[in-house]
């Protein structure tokens, strides 16, 4: 298993590695008129568009196309392209996302007083760093809105 910490630096969230290696970051650059958020790995940008009733899904593309994009009514994220792979998600107080009920990537929020949440993240060790990236943005209610409801 991989680990890694998620922690907000301003409107973004960074993630680290356990050597505190940035895997990438997950970007807000919203304004009072318009919503941009976006990630950044791997020295590319992706980004992220809010889609389907009430905005509760996501589409994460690049100008080749859409990466993944979810399904919040069957709780799925789906990987589009050739080689299309389809995952099951749980939002709860740890948020899991699972291939053919294996478990890739698990989410835990830790709160402490008057700071920001930090995140901890195991992944497997095939689990896709974009996936992780993806999940982490769609999983915590800071960015998405709709995010594990503390059972």
Known sequence: MRKYTAVKDKKQFVILDEDCRELGRIVDASTFFSVRQYIIYDSRSYDIRNVGFLKNDLELFNNRGIIYFTDLAKERII????????????????????????????????????????????????????????????????FSGIGGDGE
């Open 79 to 142: 990987k589009s392209g050739k080689g299309v792979r389809i995952y099951h998600f749980t939002l709860k107080k740890t948020n899991q996302l699972f291939e053919k009920d294996r478990l890739l990537i698990e989410i835990k929020e830790e709160r402490k007083w008057f700071k920001d949440p930090v995140f901890h993240i195991e992944a497997e060790e095939s689990a896709d760093d974009l996936l992780i990236l993806t999940f982490l943005h769609y999983s915590t209610r800071e």
